[in-house]
């Protein structure tokens, strides 16, 4: 974590304090983060709309692939806005697309802006071309997490379920092995995938000395992805359980709340072990 001079602390207290401010008086909670701990989750920073992938279930528009990529300079100049709007500490997605599809050395400036300015980097990509070469380079310059989607929805020949794309997740486990990098895995959940909820949650579970977080993401109807219509079996809380089923534990979702509860849940593990439990209740004991 980079050192904060007191003038970057008066600053962030202020934008803490304008985002309790922002909040419906009924999610002014002690367990609330924003305004508390982070004036925002994290902000995402879109680079380009072009992917190698066209996904069954994406957010992005038909006119993507032709939406041209957005200039270097604004993109360094955004993250200053970033700085003034959400002060120094801030995650921020460098997301598309795929921005690895971007020059690799614009790629390593925008990380390296980041750094300088003391925003905390993460590298939202599908893996293909986030070579370990690629992801060691970018570390050098201040990466601090890559996120890797790797789902069916994607239609990558020869993977048409979760089991099978979890040879292509040890693959890019063992690509970020070392590099100091926390591993994160996202994933869109739906019809075809939902049974293989628990078996997911097992194998990030068994690979938890790499993969520091898995995020289970729930099918929108959004973008040009021609699999909309979400089954309404499918939802915050039956995904939860079926996390729970896979890590072989419960998990205390509600206990940390990240704005509006409705928006998402999050649980912690701890794993020591073929073991799963609950970080927050190890700390009531």
């Known amino acids: 974590m980079p050192t904060f001079t007191s003038r970057e602390i008066d600053h962030l207290r202020g934008r803490l304090e ?14 609330q983060i924003l305004g508390h701990k982070r004036v925002i989750g994290c902000v995402a920073l879109e680079i380009t709309q072009r992917c190698n992938f066209d996904c069954s279930i994406c957010y992005l528009s038909e006119n993507s692939e032709s939406t041209p990529d957005i200039p270097l300079d604004t993109i360094l100049r955004r993250l200053d806005g970033i700085v003034q709007q959400y002060g120094v ?21 925008i990380v390296r802006h980041c750094k300088d300015n003391k925003l905390l980097p993460s590298l939202f990509t599908n893996g293909i071309y986030a070579t370990r070469e690629l992801l060691h380079r970018l570390t050098e310059a201040g990466l601090m997490d890559v996120a890797i989607h790797a ?60 993969v520091g977080m ?5 099918q929108a109807d959004t973008g040009r992805g021609k699999n909309r219509k979400r089954k309404d079996r499918i939802g915050i809380d039956t995904v939860s359980e079926r996390i729970e089923q896979g890590i072989g534990t419960k998990l205390s979702w509600d206990n940390v709340l990240f704005g509006h ?23 009531d004991d």
């Open 89 to 109: 500490g801030t995650n921020v997605q460098i997301t598309g697309g795929d921005p690895t599809l971007r020059d690799h050395d614009e790629l390593e400036r």
């Open 151 to 210: 789902d069916p929805t994607e239609k990558r020949k020869g993977y048409s379920r979760e089991k099978q794309l979890c040879e292509v997740r040890e693959e890019y486990i063992e690509r970020a092995r070392g590099l100091g990098l926390t591993v994160i895995f996202n994933q869109t959940v739906f019809a075809r995938n939902f049974h293989e909820v628990p078996m997911l949650a097992e194998f990030y579970k068994r690979n938890a000395d790499v």
């Open 214 to 218: 898995a995020s289970f993401q729930l």
């Open 261 to 283: 509860p409705e928006c998402h849940k999050i649980g912690y593990a701890l794993v020591v072990g073929p073991q799963g439990r609950d970080v927050l209740d190890l700390w």
């Open 18 to 31: 304008a985002t309790w401010d922002r909040l419906s008086p009924e999610y002014r909670l002690p367990n």
